[in-house]
């Protein structure tokens, strides 16, 4: 499995209190057929980040993961 981050970060200044800094980090399959989208937050300047929990479980139960998977296909 590889992995590649991209994190963009804004001044503390430049962003609302209300406005959550977020990043995506993804995980690619070897095989090249999905991949895993992380999804983080930190909801306050300073502090942890933690898992976005706002994608459906794939049950259709209550609550929220913090990634998605994007399945891909070869086009000829």
Not at 25 to 46: A, C
Not at 65 to 71: A, I, K, N, R
């Amino acid at each position: 499995m590889c992995s590649v981050q991209v994190a963009l970060a804004q001044k503390g200044d430049d962003l609302s209190e209300g406005s959550p800094r977020l990043y995506n980090l993804l995980e690619i399959d070897r095989e090249f057929q999905s991949i895993r989208v992380h999804t983080r937050q930190q909801p306050k300047p300073n502090g942890t980040w933690k898992g976005w929990n706002e994608w459906p479980m794939p049950d259709g139960s209550e609550g929220g993961l913090p990634y998605f998977d994007v399945e891909l296909s070869r086009s000829v």
